[in-house]
């Protein structure tokens, strides 16, 4: 039971809401966190938390798999930024999207495919939804944003995708980001007042008229237009619960600190220095949202599937190099596809040392969450679709154990997202669809 | 003082529209079926906002993102919904707008009576006000429970916060981010002599015909119509559409039309290596589109012209940026720097028509280089509608592009090795021939005559028919007869938001296609015959079966519409 309830807060301030702001002077409510600051006092952990971070185009075969599987003890080349972090990560490798004889659409059947579980029949749409809102359904209902998606190459588009292919819009400005979390509806969790804003209940009564008169609506619409209806419904019912929360004083989170609006934002390109340092400014700024309990699902897209990062004065954009540049016979691969996924991966490490570096009493952020590294291809120069790189980073509070490498001989990818949403508490056997359906949880990354 | 003007010239127009739509009844409404619901796109947002309100009516914040399907923004809004950021967006604009419609400066004109007390709610005048406005918005009259629910959310936040005003903002706001507003709904009932089918109810009609001739909502002598019944007759829906037609509003439904056809929302984000194409900006990407724009309005509006001759025009319109891109020295009163100028190609240029324009062979680029393939796709699917299927996996690419091959300078060299490997040549085959004839342009639009040092060859083959430079595909492309039958597809699509079906595609192209030609392939000709036609208005009835489970049925039913 959270603060807020077990006080009856709400109900008391709805109370005192009839007129001009009041000033609820609030005791800092230390004695509710342990004195580490890593759990609440009745010994309730601080949740779970869920991001996934995506990048295109995969990875070489023969140069990101270590060689030994069990105990994570060596990476291959492409994942050699990794290595302060081995302990932190596990790397699956071998596993493969079944196509049961359905189009491989390059980039983007593997995408959907490792997302939702399911390859679309040829010229269909799979109309499933992706993991992560499977995800932010289960554990994303309290928090002031079911979930963040950001792009780092401005692309609006992302991979997070509810029931009915209705795609959440990545952010792809950081400036923008910061306000929307840290802006003026932002209610810190450790301030010592907590001053109500009547106009807020206002705009609750605004919300709930928007609600009722969808109930006509809803009576009178078609099979499909009634998800998007819903889908509609739910996101209003969300703004209604950030309005909720703003009304509540906030339970206090020690690592919770309000960063500064972030500046030196690069207009969004998929030029890789201008990638990384929004990539930079992004994974801090959602580092601080995590910590500061807005949101307990995010998905971050380095690229689009069909990766367009580009080297400055370049003519040639990362895709177009994984199929036209040829295999140094000397190197045994291609150096400037190489040199694009170096940058994937020092990106990654950053991802993993922004996470790490917060602190939560003697652990840190990174100890709570649970990211699921994806791309959507495995040899991009012929994109295939058979050895696609995937990665699990954090612990996510003890439910996963990291440090391995799962080695697989062309296992469904599913059994990835399978574990993904059964660490996160989905309460799922089974997943996805024809060869691709499987119940194997991949028991050796559970704890 | 002028802006002081123009606020009044801008702020009595929308009084006008409110304050004479007073007069309508607030009738209770009882529609019989929901058979469609599109999102607004960003742009029809802006425009009812523009023209509800006014123009001094800022709109902050930003949209959730249109999304293209079957290559019309319009098919993707059947299937959108609004999301949560997509919400919290729409909130805060509608929020802002509702705040500046009632503040001290625009109540006076916006709001058709004063309260009793300001400080108190005051019913009778926010029914008035609320009234007026949400026919407008919802585009047509509220239903009695609708109005008594904005009314009570205005008296509770009035009451709450002692501001008739803000009361009056709120239920704004609620209006302003229902789904009534954002999702176009349109109803239907049984039509009297074709049980496959249902009829569009009066309102409903009047909405697509809006949003197709002016890409907005309907004005008050439409919902008049509506209210009336006269767009269930033949002669009463053509009023209508001979009257907006001849409207100078028509301007902005074609440019909708073309800028959704042409892909122009591909522009956001659209982005040229500034290393190499130092001169190439988003005010050069604005202007591009722009430039075809003005082309289009220009030849299909005002000149009555025909349609293939958009591909072959010497008649352009440029600023001295775009001039600056195209080598083309452009000169504007000194007084208005980034002016229009009207602009005819010397016979003997390389250009001639859109498809040698920026917005085309720019749009259709790499960040860092052109490319005949993406260009020769688009033309077969944007301009001609031609399905060019998806390449397959497990391909080799290797030697194909890299431009550092002595052997191979021009991308005509490159792609000849490409296609040489039998995998790739059923397709590029039919894209980059044509893709090729486009290279004098560079991948910001710009002319050169040499890629690497070698000369380019334009010359090719489209259908059969031979070509030798740009302004040869552009009369290939004119000649072509998928042309003409592309952008009547292209326009119903557009009209209904949804694919036609097979039957649909035939007696479309049989009836409008035969008008078109007969017109002239006069657009406003063909914007009639469909505006007027039943087919547009016709919805088919969906077909539920008790024995396939509702969620197949459901994907089914995305799949069609």
């Known amino acids: 039971m959270n603060l807020a309830a077990r006080l009856g807060r709400r109900r008391v301030l709805r109370g005192m809401l009839g007129g001009a702001a009041v000033t609820v002077g609030m005791p800092f409510l230390d004695c509710f966190l342990d004195t580490n600051g890593t759990a609440l006092a009745d010994g309730t952990q601080l949740p779970t938390i869920f991001a996934t971070w995506f990048f295109g185009c995969g990875l070489n075969p023969g140069r990101w798999e270590p060689?030994?599987?069990?105990?994570?003890?060596?990476?291959?080349?492409?994942?050699?930024?990794?290595?302060?972090?081995?302990?932190?990560?596990?790397?699956?490798?071998?596993?493969?999207?079944?196509?049961?004889?359905?189009?491989?659409?390059?980039?983007?059947?593997?995408?959907?495919?490792?997302?939702?579980?399911?390859?679309?029949?040829?010229?269909?749409?799979?109309?499933?939804?992706?993991?992560?809102?499977?995800?932010?359904?289960?554990?994303?209902?309290?928090?002031?944003?079911?979930?963040?998606?950001?792009?780092?190459?401005?692309?609006?588009?992302?991979?997070?995708?509810?029931?009915?292919?209705?795609?959440?819009?990545?952010?792809?400005?950081?400036?923008?980001?910061?306000?929307?979390i840290f802006g003026p509806d932002f209610r810190d969790p450790n301030a010592a007042d907590f001053v109500p804003d009547p106009k807020v209940m206002a705009r609750q009564s605004v919300l709930s008229g928007v609600k009722d008169q969808l109930t006509d609506l809803q009576q009178m619409i078609g099979a499909a237009d009634k998800v998007r209806?819903?889908?509609?419904?739910?996101?209003?019912?969300?703004?209604?619960?950030?309005?909720?929360?703003?009304?509540?004083?906030?339970?206090?989170?020690?690592?919770?600190?309000?960063?500064?609006?972030?500046?030196?934002?690069?207009?969004?390109?998929?030029?890789?220095?201008?990638?990384?340092?929004?990539?930079?400014?992004?994974?801090?700024?959602?580092?601080?949202?995590?910590?500061?309990?807005?949101?307990?699902?995010?998905?971050?897209a380095l690229t689009e599937g069909l990766s367009t990062l580009r080297r400055s004065g370049n003519a040639v954009i990362h895709h177009t190099h994984t199929h036209e540049e040829p295999v140094d016979p000397k190197l045994g691969y291609q150096p400037n596809v190489a040199w694009f996924v170096g940058n994937v991966m020092t990106a990654m490490a950053e991802m993993i040392a922004t996470f790490d570096g917060l602190k939560e009493g003697d652990r840190s952020l990174l100890d709570r969450m649970l990211v699921w590294v994806s791309t959507e291809t495995g040899y991009a120069k012929v994109h295939s679709t058979d050895n696609i790189p995937a990665l699990t980073v954090g612990g996510a509070n003890g439910r996963v154990r990291t440090g391995q490498h799962i080695q697989t001989a062309g296992d469904p990818i599913t059994r990835v997202g399978l574990t993904v949403q059964q660490a996160m508490g989905v309460p799922v056997n089974s997943w996805g669809g024809d060869s691709m359906s499987t119940s194997r949880t991949i028991t050796e990354i559970l704890a | 003082m002028a802006k002081t003007l123009a606020l009044v010239t801008v702020v009595s127009l929308a009084a006008c529209i409110l304050g004479s739509s007073q007069a309508a009844e607030t009738t209770g409404l009882a529609p019989q079926r929901?058979?469609?619901?599109?999102?607004?796109?960003?742009?029809?947002?802006?425009?009812?906002?523009?023209?509800?309100?006014?123009?001094?009516?800022?709109?902050?914040?930003?949209?959730?993102?249109?999304?293209?399907?079957?290559?019309?923004?319009?098919?993707?809004?059947?299937?959108?919904?609004?999301?949560?950021?997509?919400?919290?967006?729409?909130?805060?604009?509608?929020?802002?707008?509702?705040?500046?419609?009632?503040?001290?400066?625009?109540?006076?004109?916006?709001?058709?009576?004063?309260?009793?007390?300001?400080?108190?709610?005051?019913?009778?005048?926010?029914?008035?006000?609320?009234?007026?406005?949400?026919?407008?918005?919802?585009?047509?009259?509220?239903?009695?429970?609708?109005?008594?629910?904005?009314?009570?959310?205005?008296?509770?936040?009035?009451?709450?916060?002692?501001?008739?005003?803000?009361?009056?903002?709120?239920?704004?706001?609620?209006?302003?981010?229902?789904?009534?507003?954002?999702?176009?709904?349109?109803?239907?009932?049984?039509?009297?002599?074709?049980?496959?089918?249902l009829q569009l109810d009066g309102y409903s009609k009047a909405s697509r015909l809006s949003f197709l001739l002016w890409n907005s909502a309907p004005d008050l002598p439409l919902l008049e119509a509506a209210e009336h019944g006269e767009l269930d007759s033949s002669d009463g829906l053509a009023r209508q559409a001979d009257r907006m037609l001849a409207s100078p509003r028509l301007e902005a439904g074609v440019r909708a039309f073309f800028s959704d056809m042409l892909g122009f929302s591909t522009f956001e984000g659209l982005a040229k290596d500034p290393v190499l194409y130092p001169k190439f900006s988003a005010r050069i990407a604005a202007d591009a589109q722009e430039q075809t724009l003005r082309?289009?309005?220009?030849?299909?509006?005002?000149?009555?012209?025909?349609?293939?001759?958009?591909?072959?025009?010497?008649?352009?319109?440029?600023?001295?940026?775009?001039?600056?891109?195209?080598?083309?020295p452009v000169t504007t009163p000194d007084d208005l720097p980034d002016a229009w100028v009207r602009y005819e190609y010397p016979e003997n240029a390389e250009q001639a028509g859109i498809i040698s324009e920026a917005s085309f062979v720019a749009l259709h680029s790499q960040p860092g280089r052109s490319s005949p393939t993406v260009r020769g796709k688009a033309l077969r699917e944007v301009l001609l509608c031609q399905k060019v299927p998806d390449p397959p996996g497990n391909v080799n690419f290797a030697l194909v592009q890299d431009t550092n091959n002595p052997d191979f300078k021009t991308a005509r060299q490159r792609l000849t090795a490409h296609r040489s490997a039998p995998t790739c040549a059923g397709c590029h085959k039919i894209m980059d021939p044509i893709g090729l004839a486009l290279e004098n342009f560079d991948t910001t639009g710009a002319f050169r005559a040499m890629e690497n040092g070698a000369p380019i060859d334009p010359s090719g083959e489209i259908d059969g028919i031979k070509f030798s430079d740009a302004k040869g595909l552009g009369k290939a492309i004119h000649d072509n007869p998928a042309t003409t039958g592309c952008v009547v597809n292209r326009l119903f699509t557009y009209a209904t938001g949804r694919t036609a079906t097979k039957e649909e595609?035939?007696?479309?192209?049989?009836?409008?296609?035969?008008?078109?030609?007969?017109?002239?392939?006069?657009?406003?000709?063909?914007?009639?015959s469909i505006a007027t036609s039943n087919e547009f208005y016709r919805v088919a009835k969906p077909e539920i079966r008790a024995d396939i489970p509702a969620a197949s049925q459901l994907a089914q039913e995305g799949e069609r519409r």
């Open chain 2, 295 to 328: 082309t289009i309005v220009d030849l299909l509006l005002h000149q009555h012209g025909d349609y293939r001759d958009l591909f072959t025009t010497r008649t352009t319109f440029l600023t001295p940026l775009l001039g600056a891109l195209y080598k083309i």
């Open chain 2, 505 to 528: 595609i035939g007696s479309m192209q049989r009836d409008f296609g035969q008008a078109f030609a007969k017109s002239g392939y006069d657009m406003k000709a063909l914007l009639r």
């Open chain 1, 229 to 300: 209806l819903e889908e509609y419904l739910t996101s209003v019912r969300q703004l209604e619960q950030q309005l909720d929360l703003e009304l509540q004083k906030p339970e206090p989170l020690k690592a919770c600190s309000i960063p500064q609006k972030p500046t030196g934002e690069l207009t969004p390109s998929a030029e890789v220095d201008t990638m990384h340092t929004n990539h930079k400014l992004f994974v801090q700024l959602i580092a601080n949202a995590l910590a500061c309990g807005q949101t307990r699902v995010a998905n971050i």
């Open chain 2, 34 to 197: 929901l058979v469609g619901m599109r999102r607004i796109t960003q742009d029809q947002y802006r425009q009812i906002i523009a023209d509800v309100f006014g123009k001094t009516i800022k709109l902050g914040g930003r949209f959730e993102p249109d999304q293209r399907d079957a290559g019309l923004l319009a098919v993707g809004a059947s299937q959108v919904s609004v999301t949560a950021s997509g919400f919290e967006q729409y909130d805060d604009m509608a929020r802002s707008i509702a705040a500046q419609v009632v503040d001290e400066q625009h109540r006076p004109v916006m709001i058709p009576c004063a309260p009793a007390s300001a400080q108190r709610p005051d019913d009778a005048c926010a029914g008035k006000f609320l009234s007026s406005v949400g026919r407008v918005l919802y585009r047509r009259p509220l239903t009695q429970r609708e109005l008594a629910d904005e009314v009570k959310i205005a008296s509770d936040v009035s009451s709450r916060l002692h501001d008739f005003y803000a009361g009056l903002g709120s239920a704004l706001t609620g209006m302003l981010e229902s789904a009534q507003f954002l999702f176009r709904q349109e109803t239907a009932r049984p039509a009297a002599a074709d049980a496959a089918h």
């Open chain 1, 67 to 180: 060689k030994t599987a069990g105990k994570l003890v060596d990476l291959g080349p492409e994942l050699e930024p990794l290595r302060p972090y081995m302990s932190k990560v596990n790397v699956l490798s071998g596993f493969k999207v079944h196509l049961d004889g359905k189009p491989a659409l390059p980039h983007i059947t593997g995408r959907i495919a490792v997302s939702t579980g399911v390859v679309p029949a040829a010229g269909q749409k799979t109309a499933l939804p992706s993991v992560d809102t499977i995800i932010a359904d289960q554990i994303g209902n309290k928090t002031r944003f079911r979930s963040i998606e950001v792009s780092c190459i401005g692309s609006r588009n992302s991979e997070s995708v509810r029931a009915g292919n209705i795609m959440n819009p990545s952010e792809v400005s950081p400036a923008a980001l910061y306000t929307r």
